[in-house]
């Protein structure tokens, strides 16, 4: 029943498993090596978030020189639009002082009109009685002299008329050209008014776009930042882990002294239960089904000398399912070789010389790739320790 069960949850993870077959080699995983992983990715992870934090601080310094350019734009923006509020005010002085001149031009029109009409009339009434006045300044005057006075009066006043006709005219043209000059330098205000509306609205259109770009930086510095605090909650969990494996590396060594100080059973002293050797073999399979017979072996080797020790469970399942200690258990692949049956004979042959006793690397009860430092015995691809 109980290799019937484990053939159950086997098939239902073959299809995704066999999407992922590679060619056999080795699969041992031992602790040491998942330390070794665990430090490499914690180094990594560091690199991250080294780069993580040095892209934050780039995003800071450009966004501080994006900052730096919006205060002298807003300065610039103050300053143009208080030149265009000076212009605007000298716009409606000048329109003020043209109303006022046009005021005086229409009054002093109005009284050249007045002057000219007035100065009509008395020449005509002259001219039609200059006979009746004639005889009248003869009548009423005393004397010749006084005749000759009150013809210089008619030809003073005759002479006032066009005086003061000249002068309304005369003043006539002076505001005129008052009005003129007043005019132009409407029109010239109104040219820079015109020019100053293009210089705020280039400038106000750059402190826009120069505020939606500081934004957009702190919305990638939130980002950024987010990002670093998540390398370094990774970095916190990788810390962890490898704290963890460190500690269950010397657990593993403190084992395996242990088991070689320990109390060992005789072979004969073992009762294997039904599947063991299905089980063995399968394990073997996994471990090492492309290395020589000698590593097989080997593999075998371990897991009885785990049996034999009075450290680690007693049975072939005990040892084999034990918690942490064979990467086939704990990635699924030895529930699909079980279902599938994949030991093949030499696998077979080697579970049985080690169910049987033999042994080719002495008391050892771990085994793991070759790495620096690392002594025992070597066979193929494994160091036996």
Known sequence: MHIKY???????????????AVPFTSYATTTQEKLNQAEEEKKNTEGKLDDAKENIDGLKEEQNTLKGELSNLNSQLSQVSSNLSELESQISTKELEIDVTQQALDEAMQLEKEQYEAMK????????????????MLVQSDSFGDFLNFNDYVEQLSEYDRKMLEEYQATIVTIEEEKQRLQEEKEELESLKAQAEVEKSRVAGMVSSTSNNIAAYSDQISEAEAEALAYEQQIKEQEENIEYLKKKLAEEIAMSQLSASSAKRDISEVSFADGDRYLLATLIYCEAGGEPYEGQLAVGAVVINRVLSSVYPDTVVGVIYQSGQFSPVASGRLALALADGRATASCYKAADEAMAGVTNVGNCVYFRTPIAGLTGKQIGGHIFY
């Open 121 to 136: 009339k008395r020449i005509q009434f002259m001219y039609e009685r200059q006979d009746f006045m004639l005889m009248e």
């Open 6 to 20: 484990k053939r159950e949850i086997a098939t239902m993870m073959a299809m995704v498993l066999l999407l992922t």
